[in-house]
């Protein structure tokens, strides 16, 4: 059964660094893996998504790459702001079946001014 | 941009009574999901539709909740009775098919049950 695990599972920084989120799953066998942002009592707004063939994608300051052989996907954000405090969290679609995502808890930013 | 509209953006019910939750995908996406999110947990899947066809509905609590597509458009979640543990954001999502697609979700439907 997948699981899919995001450290850590709070952040707070201050504006301006650049940061990694991580997301790790025990079944390397995925096609697709999506990030998504959630404001709170929102919800989900897409990020990036990284296809079965793809290894990273860039929008912005967003950079998300995925290394299947390890079970491992990065999200970096670039010169984070305040307005970038939010939680993320990655999901992870299996290769056979119905190709559902299984998401992580989440790690919660909070970007301080 | 093509939206996914889920309606009531909040709903107060009190325990034992029936609560429903619609559903509208993005025009044209055959694949809809209902999935519910625990607050501080990740969302986990109740059922996914393909056009008007369930097909997985592995852990949707049958006894309690039902879900319908009835013409592979919209859609609508229903729980009776509801109980203090089904309060939870729900949310709806939709894909063009299954496979190299990423999902697109609505603003979803906060549930709270006294």
């Known amino acids: 059964k997948q699981e899919v695990t995001q450290i850590p599972a709070a952040l707070s920084v201050p504006e301006g660094e650049n940061l990694v989120l991580n997301c790790s799953f025990t079944d390397s066998a995925i096609y697709n893996l999506q990030w998504f942002r959630q404001d709170p009592g929102k919800g989900l707004t897409s990020l990036l998504l990284?296809?079965?063939?793809?290894r990273e994608q860039t929008s912005g300051r967003l950079n998300a790459s995925l290394d299947k052989s390890s079970g491992r996907s990065t999200l970096y954000i670039a010169a984070s702001q305040p307005g970038d405090s939010a939680t993320y969290l990655c999901?992870?679609?299996?290769?056979?079946?119905?190709?559902?995502?299984?998401f992580g808890t989440g790690t919660r930013l909070k970007v301080l001014a | 941009e093509a939206e996914v509209a889920q309606s009531p953006r909040y709903k107060i019910t009190e325990k034992s009574q029936a609560v429903a939750f619609w559903c509208d995908p993005i025009s044209g996406h055959a694949t809809l999901y209902w999935y519910r999110q625990i607050l501080g947990q990740g969302p986990e899947l109740l059922v996914q539709?393909?056009?008007?066809?369930?097909?997985?509905d592995s852990q949707l609590p049958k006894d309690r909740f039902s879900a319908e597509r009835l013409k592979g458009v919209d859609s609508t979640l229903k729980i009776q009775p509801a109980e203090l543990g089904d309060s939870a954001m729900y949310l709806c999502?939709?894909?063009?098919?299954?496979?190299?697609?990423?999902?697109?979700f609505g603003s979803g439907t906060r549930l709270t049950v006294v």
């Open positions: 539709f393909q056009d008007e066809s369930v097909v997985d």
């Open positions: 999901a992870a679609s299996h290769t056979s079946g119905t190709y559902k995502y299984i």
């Open positions: 999502a939709s894909s063009p098919g299954v496979g190299s697609y990423g999902y697109t």
């Open positions: 990284i296809q079965s063939s793809q």
